[in-house]
Each structure stands twice: as C-alpha cells, then as structure tokens.
C-alpha cells in the first residue's frame, strides 16, 4: 500500500494516475512550509471537494498530537495543493465551528475511520479547509 514518500514520488511523476485514487478514496498532495525548518514537506493526504474548497482532515490516526503538517499551517497557511496534475497555491485554515459539523460528515462518509480516530483521542480532530488562491 502506497503511502508516505513513495507515494508522493509516484503521484507527481504519474500527475495522479497513481496515487490520486486510493483505498476507495482520493488523494491530494498538501505541501508546506516546515515552522522551524522553513523547508516544503509534501504530504498525502484524503480529501473532498466542497464547493470550490477543498477538505482535509488533520487526524493523524487519532493520535494525541496533531500531524506536524497541521501546526505548520499555524505559522504560514499559504500551501501548495496537487490534484491529479493541477498544481496550484492556497491558502488553508481550519473549520469554524460552525463548519464543521458539515465538513466532519463529508469527510467521514469518504473515509469512516476518522468517527473511530475521533475516540482515540482527547482532542478535537481538526478539518482544514484549502482555499484555491489563484481562483
């Protein structure tokens, strides 16, 4: 099962003829920009579209702490976004609450595991929502 390095390599290289479709779901690329380190980390990760957004969700498996992708987005929200072979800038933010009831049922209807990751921990998974900035 690709996942991991191996399968951004092959997503990027195909444009998303392999990788993009995955284990019953879809997958985007989210770069960004490490908060320490300043360097780009790519990672994969399931997404839906909603409206002309799209969503992801920061649940690493359920672990106590967020993925570090997400606490990059704290201190620059400005990413890269790869579907398929369409490669573009956005900018990302978390759902209001208000959002999430909505988001937190689209993605767990592509992806049911996240209601079991949920259980796992004591924090609120949250859902990030990447607004295309080059419309």
């Given amino acids: 099962m690709l996942f991991g390095k191996e399968h ?3 997503y ?7 990788g993009h479709d995955w284990n019953g779901t879809t997958v985007l690329l989210l770069t960004t920009t490490g908060r ?6 790519t990672n994969p990760l399931i997404y839906q579209k909603h409206g002309d957004d799209y969503v992801v969700v920061a ?4 672990d106590p702490k967020s993925p570090d992708w997400y606490h ?3 201190v620059n929200p400005d990413v890269e976004v790869q579907v398929h072979g369409d490669r573009f800038r956005a900018r990302a933010r978390t759902a209001t609450p208000d959002e999430k009831p909505e988001v937190w049922r689209l993605m767990t209807a592509t992806w049911p595991q996240y209601d079991e990751y949920q259980t796992k921990t004591d924090r ?4 990030v929502i990447l607004e295309r900035a080059d419309g």
């Fill in 59 to 62: 649940s690493k498996g359920g």
């Fill in 12 to 18: 990027r290289a195909t444009e998303g003829e392999e």
């Fill in 36 to 41: 320490n380190s300043g360097q780009q980390y």
């Fill in 124 to 127: 609120e998974i949250p859902v």
């Fill in 72 to 74: 990059n987005l704290d």
């Fill in 8 to 10: 951004v390599d092959r």
